[in-house]
């Protein structure tokens, strides 16, 4: 048997409710490591990810968004439960620090998505032989940086999402929560100013983007770094 692992927050929200169920359909356990909260589902493998089972994780982390701080893990780590407490304390000082750096913070994601009309001026284009357009990746990038200007917030990532579909983009930040009112005013002339693409913030979400990878092997740390696991009730 093995624990799916969703994230690790410091401490759950006040108001939090166990998911009826997640991704593999069993329940979604809260455990205590230590100071912290590991939400985790027993199972014997891990679903391929699609849509549901993407949304099923998304869904048990979404619960725990207004912890003071959230580190969720990407889709598919899942530790045997005999090697967990081990898997665990090897990771006790990047979890730490993760956690440290996205505290009172939420991740607001700026999707850059084509405009229907631009899509068919390129469609029109390619016929014609004049030239499309669509933003180059050039300036996407441009945009995601004058929003980055607007923002005024050091931690930010730029996702190219490739030619399919309507998103041409996407622009991750990592805001104070105190501060997404401030956010979403300072982006907003850049919105109504692009040209080509629609500016569409969502969140908030947990800090998926300013995460460190937790699947690798780390240092090991001393067994006392955490004081074991234990299931919290309720």
């Given amino acids: 048997m093995k624990q799916y692992l969703y994230a690790i927050v410091d401490r759950l929200p006040a108001r939090w409710r166990s998911p009826t169920a997640g991704i593999a359909g069993g329940p979604v356990v809260p455990c205590r490591v230590g100071d912290l909260v590991l939400l985790s589902s027993p199972l014997e493998s891990v679903p391929p990810a699609n849509p549901r089972t993407l949304a099923l994780r998304q869904d048990v982390v979404a619960t725990v968004v207004d912890a003071g701080a959230t580190l969720p893990f990407r889709y598919g780590v899942a530790v045997p439960e005999v090697e967990l407490q081990e898997w665990l304390i090897g990771r ?13 913070c939420v991740e607001m994601t700026v999707k850059l998505l084509r405009l229907e009309g631009a899509l068919v001026d390129q469609l029109v284009g390619s016929r014609s032989g004049a030239t499309p357009v669509e933003p180059a990746e050039r300036d996407l990038q441009a945009l995601a940086e ?19 579909g309507n998103v041409a983009a996407a ?20 919105a109504s ?3 080509g693409v629609a500016v569409v913030p969502t969140g908030p979400w947990a800090p998926y983007s300013f995460v460190p990878e937790l699947g690798d092997a780390s240092p090991r740390m001393p067994a ?7 299931r919290l009730a309720g």
Avoid: M, N, T
Avoid at 92 to 104: S, T
Avoid at 146 to 157: G, S
């Fill in 193 to 195: 100013h692009a040209g």
């Fill in 92 to 104: 006790r000082a990047r979890v730490i620090a993760a956690l440290g750096a996205v505290r009172g």
């Fill in 224 to 230: 006392e770094a955490f004081d074991g696991l234990g």
């Fill in 146 to 164: 004058v929003l980055a200007e607007r923002a005024e917030l050091p931690q930010w990532r730029y996702h190219p999402a490739g030619s399919a």
């Fill in 171 to 190: 622009v991750a930040f990592l805001v104070p929560r105190s501060d997404l009112a401030g956010f979403l005013a300072r982006i907003a002339p850049v």
